[in-house]
């Protein structure tokens, strides 16, 4: 069973940077994609980036709304993904997930993922 747990949410001011962590437990799988969504307040929950692993590497896809600010990356020794949010906004404020999935790949829906953390959240004040 995978389990992830977020991390590094906090209230920040808009301009500033923030990194979230993604932590995966009982995961042994040599391929698998791991994606960052988010829930603002009264609205759905959306697609922020993923980063899909394989045998050859590696490769990342994000939302229109985050590219070029966002990053993601990861750490296979720590098990652990990186979401790293640089230039942040007052509309990037959210409770922010990742996601798991078996396979590789580009997934950008919620039922694509068969692995939830419960979220952190990121406040960007203005």
């Known amino acids: 069973q995978v389990q992830l747990v977020e991390s590094g949410g906090r209230l920040v001011q808009a301009g500033d940077s923030l990194r979230l962590s993604c932590a995966a437990s009982?995961?042994?799988?040599?391929?698998?994609?791991v994606a960052w969504f988010r829930q603002a307040t009264g609205k759905e929950r959306e697609f922020v980036g993923a980063?899909?692993?394989?045998?050859?590497?590696?490769?990342?896809y994000y939302a229109d709304s985050v590219k070029g600010r966002f990053t993601i990356s990861g750490d296979g020794v720590k098990n652990t993904e990186y979401l790293q949010m640089n230039s942040l906004k007052p509309e990037d404020t959210a409770v922010y997930y990742c996601?798991?999935?078996?396979?590789?790949?580009?997934?950008?829906?919620?039922?694509?993922?068969?692995?939830w953390g419960r979220g952190t959240q990121v406040t960007v004040s203005s």
């Open positions: 009982g995961r042994t799988f040599s391929r698998y994609v």
């Open positions: 980063i899909s692993w394989a045998w050859t590497g590696s490769n990342t």
């Open positions: 996601a798991a999935r078996i396979g590789s790949g580009v997934y950008i829906k919620e039922n694509d993922y068969n692995y």
